[in-house]
């Protein structure tokens, strides 16, 4: 998904911020210092939708994500939030479907392959998109 197919304020709307630990917010709604952190953030909300996980479970996840990062040394100064979002969004998946963390990682790989071949502005389209 992308960033332009779900705006900040629609995303916002399909969320409970409150529910969600340290989420960065403006006046606006959420924070995205990169394209990726809000296509991240779609992407936990449309699996949401898809009745993957509960709000609750994500929090959990994600506050574990983020307590275990602080563990390690993260100074938790913001700008790794997203990072540890997708941490939490790959354990979930994981954990609820029947992916492997080697097709993850293939998809991983042929996503960033194909993200270098895309013109800049272009869609990013996998081999199978292609066909």
Do not use: C
Not at 78 to 107: I, P, S
């Amino acid at each position: 998904m992308t960033t332009t197919a779900m705006t900040t304020t629609a995303m916002t709307a399909a969320v409970n911020l409150e529910s969600l630990p340290r989420i960065p917010v403006d006046h606006d709604g959420p924070v995205f210092r990169e394209p990726w952190e809000a296509q991240a953030f779609a992407i936990a909300v449309k699996l949401h939708e898809t009745g993957l996980y509960t709000w609750n479970e994500w929090a959990t996840a994600l506050s574990n994500e983020i307590k275990a990062a602080q563990e390690e040394g993260d100074p938790d100064l913001g700008d790794t939030y997203y990072q540890h979002w997708l941490r939490a969004l790959e354990g979930l998946v994981l954990a609820k479907t029947d992916l492997t963390v080697e097709q993850l990682l293939k998809r991983k790989n042929a996503w960033d392959r194909a993200a270098q071949r895309a013109p800049h502005g272009e869609p990013i389209l996998l081999p199978e998109d292609e066909e």
